[in-house]
């Protein structure tokens, strides 16, 4: 048993064993291992890749237009993801993601400053990766876990996932203070290429599964949606997540660096919002109920809204700070949520979950639209980063977010 499964257990007898139909599995408790070593090299080498970027370009079209590309061609990606997991398996796909992320960040190493001239071949390797690593690891979720135990593992993945952000960028902010300048940057991308190496080994740790339904549903999904409006309206929810989420993904470390302009500084800082998220994520792991969806997007809806709302007296640390971490407080109370509630709906879809890996996709097509259109809403509104309307603009995609509220149906799924 793993260190990161042992430390698991005594939590759960420390603070209480749940009922036994609520326990994790073994595959439940080596993928939130393998997720950890994963997201370890995402937080060194994703959060500052934009910053790359930005001290490379100090260009927001050039930041955004990497951004919406990645985005836009991500539904794509997934699509070709998902049939190949239906041919063979989820753990094939996962396996490719995590390889392809390891190759992208070794040319990032290995043409340095020239990233900035190729930044949008980049942005479509990076886009492959990602569409094969999410289809994949989305899908595990769902089979790892059910309806009895499932925001409970969301919780645990979510500390796994915050425990790894914050790691991180404390790692690749002492090695900002020790190496500083571009070079920095290219040591933190080689390590999180090692990051990248060990999960693709442990990932085989988790079991294959042999798929008896290897056909491929994902032309019926147009059909599927005019026939059942609720399945619509969960979609929708994500496209409404996705207005903000996509600004979200890359402008806060960026402003950090304006008011504060150390990598290693925002490293730190980093590690204060992981800290932040996962207190939230592990109180979910222990009080939250299904029944009260609608209650926790309501609250982090407004805690969103507050939270830009900051950023219309100045840009300053004080404020920046500020509205990070209120949004690191909502996003455990958001995203598993939605996730949770996601992943009732596709129980209750036809064929008994066999169109989990066609719903992974359009949710991604969903989700990333709205990513698309809220980072393009941020180039023509708010190109000036220093200006009020990218208050306004982060405002606009909080307010949205009370219209999640009313995508969540009120009765037949559990949730009030």
Same mark, same amino acid.
């Given at each position: 048993?793993?260190? $990161?499964?042992?430390?698991?257990?005594?939590?759960?007898?420390?603070?209480?064993?749940? @009922?036994?139909?609520?326990?994790?599995?073994? @595959?439940a408790?080596?993928?939130?291992?393998?997720?950890?070593?994963?997201?370890?090299?995402?937080?060194?080498?994703?959060?500052?890749?934009?910053?790359?970027?930005?001290?490379?370009?100090?260009?927001?079209?050039?930041?955004?237009?990497?951004?919406?590309?990645?985005?836009?061609?991500s539904?794509?990606? $997934?699509?070709?993801?998902?049939?190949?997991?239906?041919m063979?398996?989820?753990? !094939?796909? +996962?396996r490719?993601?995590?390889a392809?992320?390891?190759v #992208?960040?070794?040319?990032?190493?290995l043409?340095?400053?020239?990233?900035?001239?190729y930044?949008m071949?980049?942005?479509?390797?990076?886009s492959? %990766?990602g569409?094969f690593y999410?289809?994949?690891?989305?899908?595990l979720?769902?089979?790892?876990s059910?309806?009895r135990n499932?925001?409970?593992?969301?919780?645990?993945?979510?500390?796994?996932?915050?425990?790894?952000?914050?790691?991180?960028?404390?790692?690749? &902010?002492?090695?900002?203070?020790?190496?500083?300048?571009?070079q920095?940057?290219v040591?933190?991308?080689?390590?999180?290429?090692?990051?990248y190496? /060990?999960?693709?080994?442990l990932? $085989? =740790?988790?079991?294959?599964?042999s798929?008896?339904?290897?056909s491929?549903?994902?032309?019926l999904?147009?059909? /599927?949606?005019?026939?059942?409006?609720?399945?619509?309206?969960?979609?929708? &929810?994500?496209f409404?997540?996705?207005?903000?989420?996509?600004?979200?993904? #890359?402008?806060?470390n960026?402003?950090?660096?304006?008011?504060?302009? =150390?990598? @290693?500084?925002?490293?730190?800082?980093?590690?204060?919002?992981?800290?932040?998220?996962i207190?939230?994520?592990?109180?979910?792991t222990?009080v939250?109920r299904?029944?009260?969806?609608?209650?926790?997007? +309501?609250?982090?809806?407004?805690?969103?809204?507050?939270g830009?709302?900051?950023?219309?007296f100045?840009?300053? !640390?004080?404020?920046v700070?500020?509205?990070?971490?209120?949004?690191?407080?909502?996003?455990?109370?958001?995203?598993?949520?939605?996730?949770? +509630?996601m992943?009732?709906m596709i129980?209750q879809?036809p064929?008994?979950?066999?169109l989990r890996i066609?719903?992974?996709?359009?949710?991604?097509?969903?989700?990333?639209?709205?990513?698309?259109? %809220?980072?393009?809403?941020?180039? !023509?509104l708010?190109? @000036?980063?220093?200006?009020?309307?990218?208050?306004?603009?982060?405002?606009?995609?909080?307010?949205?977010? $009370?219209?999640? !509220?009313?995508?969540?149906?009120?009765?037949g799924?559990g949730?009030?």
């Open positions: 048993m793993s260190l $990161f499964a042992r430390t698991v257990e005594r939590l759960q007898l420390q603070f209480g064993s749940p @009922d036994p139909e609520k326990r994790l599995s073994p @595959d408790k080596v993928s939130l291992l393998v997720h950890f070593c994963f997201q370890i090299g995402a937080s060194m080498s994703s959060v500052f890749l934009n910053l790359y970027l930005w001290r490379l370009t100090e260009s927001l079209f050039i930041n955004g237009m990497y951004y919406i590309i990645l985005y836009a061609l539904p794509l990606f $997934f699509a070709v993801a998902g049939k190949i997991a239906k063979r398996d989820r753990m !094939v796909v +996962y490719i993601g995590i392809m992320y390891a #992208f960040f070794l040319l990032v190493v043409t340095q400053e020239r990233v900035a001239d930044y071949l980049f942005a479509v390797m990076h492959i %990766s569409a999410w289809t994949a690891y989305l899908t979720m769902y089979d790892v059910n309806d499932r925001i409970r593992y969301l919780g645990f993945n979510s500390i796994a996932f915050m425990s790894a952000t914050l790691t991180g960028p404390v790692i690749a &902010a002492f090695l900002f203070s020790q190496i500083g300048g571009l920095g940057y040591v933190v991308f080689g390590i999180a290429f090692v990051m190496a /060990l999960t693709a080994a990932s $085989f =740790r988790i079991r294959t599964e798929n008896a339904h290897k491929y549903y994902l032309h999904m147009p059909l /599927l949606l005019r026939k059942n409006r609720d399945w619509l309206r969960c979609l929708t &929810a994500f409404l997540l996705g207005l903000l989420q996509g600004i979200m993904l #890359f402008v806060p960026i402003l950090l660096f304006l008011v504060v302009p =150390r990598e @290693d500084a925002v490293g730190y800082l980093g590690m204060l919002f992981s800290a932040a998220a207190t939230v994520s592990y109180l979910l222990r939250a299904e029944e009260r969806a609608r209650t926790y997007v +309501y609250r982090a809806a407004i805690g969103y809204t507050a830009s709302a900051l950023l219309l100045d840009l300053s !640390v004080a404020t700070i500020g509205f990070m971490l209120i949004h690191s407080l909502c996003n455990p109370l958001h995203g598993n949520t939605l996730t949770s +509630y992943y009732r129980g879809l064929l008994q979950g066999q066609e719903s992974m996709v359009m949710r991604e097509t969903f989700l990333n639209a709205g990513r698309v259109v %809220s980072i393009t809403m941020l180039i !023509v708010a190109s @000036d980063l220093a200006g009020s309307m990218l208050a306004w603009v982060l405002i606009g995609g909080s307010l949205m977010q $009370f219209g999640v !509220v009313w995508m969540i149906r009120k009765n799924a949730v009030s």
